[in-house]
């Protein structure tokens, strides 16, 4: 019978305390206002990261199309204007770069070759007909001649708050055909 009190007066602190409702409020807000500290800047730096991805995407379709539709041949000036402009609509505030390559089909031997290839900034190294072999399955069905320009744009996107977001490099590749004349040049045509 002893043993049975015991067992009784134990559960009922037990249950007393947890029916006790009297707390301090300063120890509740202690534990859960880091969390919610923290879980409010995660959710925004993640909804920073998709919104400079988009603005990255949108500036590169951006440059693509204007490429595509000059009828001059472009040079360096316009090539670092373009990277300037990439800068600027992408809202970049660290290592940018841009690369734009024109590539010809050729219908017989069923591969594509370099026409030109000049890049600024990171990632600016030209291309060659060998770096683009094993681009069959980025690039669209194209018929024996046509050319296409491709943009590859690169942004290294930091995040603002250290929240488990890595540092990582946004990339765009694009490819547009040219619009008003059969090709795009550089600097002059052959």
């Not at 590859?152 to 250290?162: M, V």
């Amino acid at each position: 019978m002893r043993d049975l009190c015991r067992k009784w007066a134990r559960l009922s602190r037990h249950k007393d305390f947890v029916e006790d409702e009297e707390g301090a409020i300063a120890i509740e807000a202690a534990i859960i206002l880091p969390m919610m500290f923290w879980s409010y800047l995660t959710v925004f730096a993640i909804f920073d990261s998709f919104h400079i991805y988009s603005l990255n995407q949108k500036a590169a379709y951006t440059i693509g199309d204007a490429i595509s539709r000059e009828t001059l041949p472009i040079d360096d000036a316009y090539l670092t204007g373009a990277w300037q402009m990439f800068d600027y609509l992408s809202h970049a505030n660290g290592v940018t770069g841009i690369r734009v390559t024109s590539i010809v089909y050729d219908g017989t031997s069923d591969q594509h070759y370099v026409d030109w290839s000049e890049g600024r900034g990171y990632g600016s190294t030209s291309l060659t007909n060998s770096d683009i072999d094993d681009w069959e399955t980025k690039l669209p069905t194209m018929v024996d001649g046509e050319r296409i320009n491709v943009v590859e744009t690169w942004n290294r996107f930091e995040p603002a708050f250290k929240t488990g977001l890595e540092r990582v490099w946004m990339r765009e590749f694009v490819f547009t055909r040219p619009r008003y004349a059969p090709r795009v040049c550089w600097e002059i045509c052959n």
